[in-house]
């Protein structure tokens, strides 16, 4: 009978497509908005990812996230250092200068700070140029996108210069940065001359990362430093957490999404579900005629899961491939780079529908359940 | 091994609906038999119970008082499930809207039956085109009803109803949505399919155009058989003097 419940799903080409596409409408958005949400969020972090050398960040005990930080004592990086368990630890400087271009341009920058001697906390990947370039005097590596939004419209080319706080720099690099929570360049340079680049204070250390010996977890090692030095030490996931947690308890981001999400979740799913359960309600007569004739309730009910179970999984099927379309198309903008369909959310957004189809199915095979085959009789 | 005698015996079978002030009786206490080898007929005014009471004798109701057996089996002994698998093995039924499922061609709604069973899609469906061609139908098996007229239609599913070989074959208004002709095609297939020994067919009708084909007539009113003739005992009904016009009247 496998066939037959398939047929009468089908057969109505207008309300099967109508059922398929109001599932794969809501796979979309809900996909799309947890998608952009979470990849939001996780920008908030994108600087700490970055750094992939150290496993532990050490920072001021009141410092709760990446964007806020107060600068140590130049003293800490020894006291750091001085922790059992500690394989390395070195400076890492943050603040936010203005880049301004030959032609007028200007703009706030990210600007990381690196160790002199070892480069350590740095980005993998570059684009154009070496980071090794990074010691020659006056010197930044840029990401492409701030590249960009610097000199609009022009080829990417090593050489060109800015001037930051009094001083003209030469871009000597272009990075593959992880885009930032604000669409800000983000620039590299040593941590020397990065303080030069945003203005002298009487302290600037930001923060001091460092990574443990073999045999030492990260967890443990920051455990160990921050009874040690009082100071505020995070491994590299629990800092991004921070940063994260910040944002959704701090801004409107999670209420904005939230609703968003919620009318999608409601919209989509109520839509899926009215829209089976209808679709059920007018075969009743079917169903009917097919409990006179002899079906056995368990193989209606059955038909029916086969039903729901079908057209789900072709909606779900196709708005995942609606929503993975889009972040691939997306995935090119240069604000949007970074931003991807995450299986999280893919996950998520399949049981969502799982769970509508399955209430959906429910109901509708109660109504199938409880009716009367001798309702055939009557016109 | 048991011989029945007969293939559907009612005695004072009574049926209502609802409690108390909502209570309706549908069936005032039935008296009503049809033979194996004929063709019975049930009329009589809209609301009199003629539904109500092949709902009960097919099994999709249960009554509420007096004695039925069906086929020799007393229904009311049946569990739910033995009553789906009984009405699957030995009822077919014929709707006066036909019932056939919009989606499924004519073959495939005619192997409806002997797919519930359990046969294989394809031995199902190559019985149905056989019956089908019987039926005068060769050439529509692959169309679906919405291109079917209705005597067409409907021959389909007499062919439903047919194709697993029942026992016993319920028909509700078998020909009130079709022109005479249709509806005349239509019971001389019925009557040279299905009225066969060991196996009967009983018909609920307002059509007094067909009333010629009754082997039996019951008539009810009000929840009882008021009247009951037989062909064999006379002329048949419609030929009988008086009772055309006493049918007429129970058809309107």
Redesign the interface.
């Known amino acids: ?1 496998n ?2 419940a398939l ?2 799903l ?3 080409r207008a309300k099967y497509f109508g059922l398929v596409f109001a599932i794969a409408f809501c796979t979309f958005l809900l996909e799309n908005q947890t998608s952009i949400f979470a990849n939001i969020l996780n920008r908030t972090a994108s600087q700490i990812l970055d750094v992939t050398d150290a496993e532990v960040w050490v920072m001021d005990p009141q410092t709760e996230y990446w964007e806020q930080t107060k600068a140590l004592k130049d003293t800490d990086l020894n006291r750091v250092r001085g922790v059992p368990g500690v394989q390395w630890a070195v400076r890492l400087f943050k603040g936010n200068p203005v880049a301004r271009t030959r032609e007028g341009k200007f703009a706030a920058c990210f600007l990381v700070g690196l160790d002199d001697a070892t480069l350590a906390g740095a980005p993998r990947r570059m684009l154009m140029g070496s980071w090794d370039r990074l010691w020659e005097p006056d010197s930044v590596v840029v990401d492409k996108a701030g590249y960009i939004l610097l000199f609009p419209d022009e080829p990417l080319q090593l050489g060109r210069t800015l001037e930051m706080n009094d001083h003209k720099v030469t871009i000597v690099g272009i990075s593959d940065a992880s885009a930032p929570f604000v669409s800000l360049p983000v620039m590299h340079a040593r941590y020397s001359e990065a303080i030069d680049f945003l203005g002298r204070e009487r302290t600037q250390l930001s923060f001091v990362i460092a990574r443990p010996e073999a045999g030492v977890s990260p967890e443990e090692l920051t455990r160990r430093i921050a009874a040690q030095t009082s100071l505020r030490a995070r491994t590299t996931q629990e800092f991004k957490w921070d940063g994260i947690e910040y944002y959704l308890k701090n801004t409107g981001i999670p209420v904005n999404f939230g609703i968003t999400i919620s009318v999608a979740l409601v919209v989509g799913t109520v839509v899926a579900g009215q829209t089976f359960y209808l679709f059920t309600v007018e075969n009743l ?2 169903f ?10 368990s ?1 209606l009910v059955g038909m029916i899961l086969l039903q729901a179970a079908s057209v789900a999984a072709l909606g779900f099927s196709i708005g995942t491939g609606m929503a993975a379309t889009f972040f691939e198309i997306t995935l090119r903008n240069l604000a949007t780079r970074g931003i991807v369909l995450m299986w999280q959310c893919v996950a998520l957004t399949g049981g969502c529908i799982l769970f509508v189809t399955l209430v959906a199915s429910l109901l509708s095979i109660r109504r199938v359940l409880v009716l ?3 309702e ?4 | 091994m048991q011989t029945i005698e007969r293939a559907v015996s009612c005695r004072d079978v009574k049926k209502h609906f609802g409690e108390g002030e909502a209570r309706i009786e549908a069936l005032r206490g039935v008296d009503f038999t049809a033979d194996f080898g004929e063709l019975s007929f049930l009329v009589g005014p809209s609301g009199c119970g003629k539904t109500t009471l092949i709902s009960v004798i097919a099994g999709l109701l249960r009554r509420t008082g007096g004695d039925l057996l069906v086929l020799g089996r007393r229904l009311d002994d049946l569990s739910d499930g033995e009553r789906v698998l009984f009405r699957r093995r030995n009822l077919g039924f014929v709707f006066q809207q036909y019932n056939l499922l919009p989606a499924l061609t004519a073959a495939e709604n005619v192997a409806v039956p002997l797919l519930a069973a359990g046969l294989a899609r394809r031995d199902a469906v190559e019985r149905s085109r056989a019956l089908l061609s019987r039926l005068g139908l060769g050439s529509r098996t692959a169309a679906l009803p919405g291109g079917l007229s209705g005597g067409q239609q409907q021959r389909v599913a007499l062919a439903r109803a047919l194709i697993h070989e029942p026992r016993l074959v319920v028909c509700d208004e078998p020909t009130a949505a079709l022109d005479h002709a249709s509806g005349d095609a239509v019971m001389r297939l019925l009557v040279d399919n299905a009225v066969q020994p060991g196996r009967a067919v009983v018909i609920v009708t307002h059509d007094s155009r067909v009333f010629h084909y009754a082997d039996s007539i019951a008539r009810m009113d009000d929840g009882r058989i008021v009247e009951v003739t037989h062909a064999d005992v006379g002329p048949p009904p419609l030929d009988r003097p008086g009772a055309h016009e006493s049918l007429k009247e129970v058809s309107l």
């Open positions: 009978m066939f037959v047929r009468m089908t057969g109505d007569k079917q009917g005629a097919l409990k006179a004739i002899g079906v056995a309730n193989r009367e085959p001798a055939v009789f009557r016109g």
